[in-house]
């Protein structure tokens, strides 16, 4: 008797678990499902990485979509692509001209993969390009580096030379040109965008040629260089994400590169029934792509202020 009950009990955990199976498996065949494939400075980078995995760590919270990752640290990109597309994702998103490449190489081998690329331009109708006016927000950061500096001595750390890294440097010389036309402004590259020792180091030699502002564009190269200001008492910009709290003394404000709102109204689309299109999307200050972090740490004049909220609108 005893062992009938059991065969019972048994059979009906069996069907209600093979009718949960079912409502799993047609759950997964309407929700939407991201790729994501970081730089290959990882997630930590308190900058490009960790804003993309923002945008998809919201857009599961409030859209109810999934997502995995990649962090190409060994740069296999293709590899790493080649896993989440068997995991047959709704859409594949790389980060950065440096998986540019491999995006547009697995592209064209899986035609109906749809693959979004940040901060390159991939001529594909299954790729969706999304780059950014950089130049629009660093010109910002120039304003203010050259209306505040006192030694008249700015600097400009870059990570890789690169297309995209070039744009960040000419919009805040422009800035600094506009500003204070007796301005030196350093300009240093690190090569890299994951030595954040490299980056100290760099803005030392900086700091005792004489800056007091630095702006670094480098990923968690420019955490070693925000620090490094921090510790030698001149003041800094942060990059892409409000990076405040890296050096709390002296990031007074960050260009900020709204990647994870790009990366959230793509999900979005899919969401709603939409397909992407292989369009290229630029966002600006007036597409609110890029923009400022709060200004702390020092207090503008009005006419700084002005200046400032000016040259914002005129973009």
């Known amino acids: 008797m005893r062992r009938n009950k059991l065969i019972t009990v048994l059979i009906i955990t069996m069907v209600t678990l093979i009718a949960c199976s079912s409502e799993t498996e047609e759950l997964d065949e309407e929700t939407v499902s991201a790729g994501l494939l970081v730089t290959e400075s990882g997630l930590g980078d308190n900058a490009f990485s960790d804003l993309a995995f923002q945008g998809l760590t919201q857009a599961r919270d409030e859209l109810g979509i999934v997502f995995d990752y990649r962090e190409p640290f060994d740069e296999q990109y293709e590899r790493h692509l080649e896993e989440l ?96 036309s007796d301005a030196e402004i350093l300009i240093e590259y690190a090569g890299t965008f ?12 900086m700091i005792d040629e004489g800056a007091d502002h630095i702006f670094p564009s480098a990923g968690f190269t420019g955490t070693g260089a925000l620090q490094e200001a921090e510790n030698e008492g001149v003041f800094a910009f942060g990059v892409d994400t409000d990076q405040y709290t890296i050096a709390e003394d002296a990031v007074v404000t960050s260009m900020v590169k709204n990647v994870n709102t790009a990366i959230y109204e793509v999900v979005e689309i899919l969401q709603n029934g939409e397909e992407l299109n292989g369009e290229h999307l630029v966002l600006g200050l007036d597409e609110d792509g890029v923009g400022l972090a709060p200004i702390r740490v020092i207090e503008l004049s009005t006419l700084e202020e002005r200046t400032l909220e000016q040259a914002q609108s005129d973009s």
């Open 85 to 180: 597309i068997e995991q047959d994702h709704d859409v594949i998103i790389g980060l950065s001209f440096s998986t540019a490449p491999a995006i547009a190489t697995m592209a064209e081998t899986y035609p109906e993969q749809s693959f979004v690329i940040i901060d390159d331009v991939i001529d594909l109708p299954n790729v969706t390009s999304i780059t950014f006016k950089e130049d629009e927000g660093s010109y910002l950061i120039g304003l203010i580096a050259g209306m505040r500096t006192e030694s008249d001595v700015v600097g400009f750390i870059g990570g890789v030379d690169s297309e995209v890294i070039r744009t960040f440097e000419r919009g805040f010389v422009e800035g600094i040109e506009e500003s204070n």
């Open 194 to 205: 994951d030595d954040d020792q490299l980056g100290a180091d760099i803005a030392n030699n």
